[in-house]
């Protein structure tokens, strides 16, 4: 059958390409998809080309589909799963796969596997390392966002905590601790921030920060009476006019802080992680730089007498999806608080190279649609032109300014 992608042929080089999908092997499972969201990881396989550890050396020869955070339906299963898939049932992937040793990765490695794609065919070591999930949610978009979600839900897990004298680590965060969200009023730092409030380990406290006054206003509108409600108090800091941020910062936690995540890979952010922790305090360098020699200034009196320890987290594994997708049925997670922008496969390619001049947060590509990116903060203004956004503007208003199933229903059935 034919299937239109965005592919990656080389550094900086992506194409729409369409082409002939090969019929499924009896270990195959094609899919239709319907939605991916774009992430920061794809702009780096995309400026990269070759040269980013999970896309292959021929390429050129054997362009791979981009994009991993995607969900849609599978519409035919190989004879190996078909007691374990049906067609029509909702799904998304975890993907890292590390099969074998390998790199390899759906949205970087494969040349009919990705989430770009109006149909994709998924290889069999998806299905035999467990990672083909079904969700039961209703919106697409859900599914999509399960796998940034479980990046941060990792993030969480990978803490740890000791005890003086005892060789043993308890993992996770702090639960009724003080944590602090440095430049975290993107998309990953509110997905912490809302699974921080909904966790079973929840903080007490819990600090976020940004230099964005914009990004910081639109996280407290959507997240101060949640976390009220739940019990956790949050401050939302704006660090751009403040001479002595890590000075400010201790006036809310004057021993420091038990887990600290930075979201930015810049040297300043990290140090001031490194400045803030309290006694045991775990700093997770949450950002993948680009630069392989990025380093920055760490308290090591304080990794010596107080026991701070730096981790770094990149991804999460199934277990995290699964709970991500399970907290999302159940209405506990909302991943919508990441969604800033909605598009069409027209423009993933111009998104993803452009991914860190564009302002808001997740960029939400629905691939059987031509639709240029569009900001949601703009369908009002949008509908003088076109009354399906004047509707789509009244969907968001009534669901207090968040993309939704309603959204994502309506956005299906009107738009080609």
């Not at 002939?20 to 270990?27: F, G, Q, T, V």
């Not at 898939?85 to 490695?109: E, R, V």
């Not at 990441?338 to 947060?361: F, Q, S």
Request: net charge negative.
């Amino acid at each position: 059958m034919k299937a239109r992608a965005l592919r990656i042929h080389g550094a900086s080089d992506l194409r729409i390409d369409e082409f002939e999908l090969p019929k499924i092997n009896d270990d195959e499972i094609l899919v239709k998809v319907v939605s991916d969201s774009i992430c920061m990881s794809t702009y780096k396989c995309a400026i990269l080309g070759p040269k980013h550890k999970r896309v292959h050396s021929d390429v050129a020869q054997h362009p791979a589909i981009t994009g991993h955070e995607f969900a849609g339906d599978i519409v035919e299963v190989g004879e190996k799963y078909k007691d374990q898939f049906k067609a029509g049932m909702k799904f998304t992937l975890q993907p890292a796969l590390n099969y074998k040793g390998t790199m390899w990765s759906p949205g970087y490695s494969y040349e009919f596997c990705g989430g770009d794609a109006t149909y994709c065919i998924l290889p069999p070591e998806v299905m035999e390392l467990g990672c083909l999930l079904e969700y039961k949610g209703e919106a697409y978009f859900e599914a999509s966002l399960a796998e940034p979600m479980s990046c941060c839900i990792g993030a969480f897990h990978a803490c740890f905590h000791t005890e003086m004298g005892v060789y043993a680590h308890t993992m996770g965060i702090k639960q009724g601790g003080n944590i602090a969200l440095l430049a975290a009023a993107g998309p990953m730092g509110l997905g912490a921030l809302t699974y921080a409030i909904h966790s079973e380990h929840r903080p007490s406290l819990i600090v976020l920060t940004d230099i964005n006054s914009k990004r910081l206003s639109r996280a407290k509108f959507l997240f101060e009476k949640e976390a009220q409600e739940c019990g956790v108090r949050v401050e939302f800091i704006n660090t751009s006019n403040i001479d002595d941020v890590a000075n400010y910062l201790r006036r809310f936690s004057p021993l420091g802080f038990d887990d600290v995540f930075a979201f930015a890979p810049i040297a300043s952010v990290v140090q001031l992680g490194s400045d803030i922790l309290g006694r045991d305090g775990c700093l997770n360098f949450f950002a993948g730089p680009i630069d392989k020699q990025f380093c920055a200034p760490l308290n090591f009196y304080d990794v010596h007498y107080n026991s701070t320890h730096v981790i770094g987290t990149t991804g999460g594994n199934t277990y995290d999806m699964l709970e991500s997708l399970r907290m999302t049925e159940k209405k506990q997670l909302d991943p919508a608080v990441m969604i800033t922008h909605i598009g069409g496969l027209n423009c993933a390619a111009e998104t993803t190279l452009n991914l860190p001049k564009i302002p808001g947060g997740k960029k939400l590509i629905y691939t059987h649609l031509d639709l240029p990116l569009t900001a949601i903060e703009d369908f009002r203004t949008l509908s003088v032109k076109d009354i399906r956004f004047g509707i789509l503007a009244d969907i968001i208003d009534a669901h207090n300014g968040l993309w939704c199933v309603e959204a994502e229903k309506y956005l299906l059935n009107n738009w080609t």
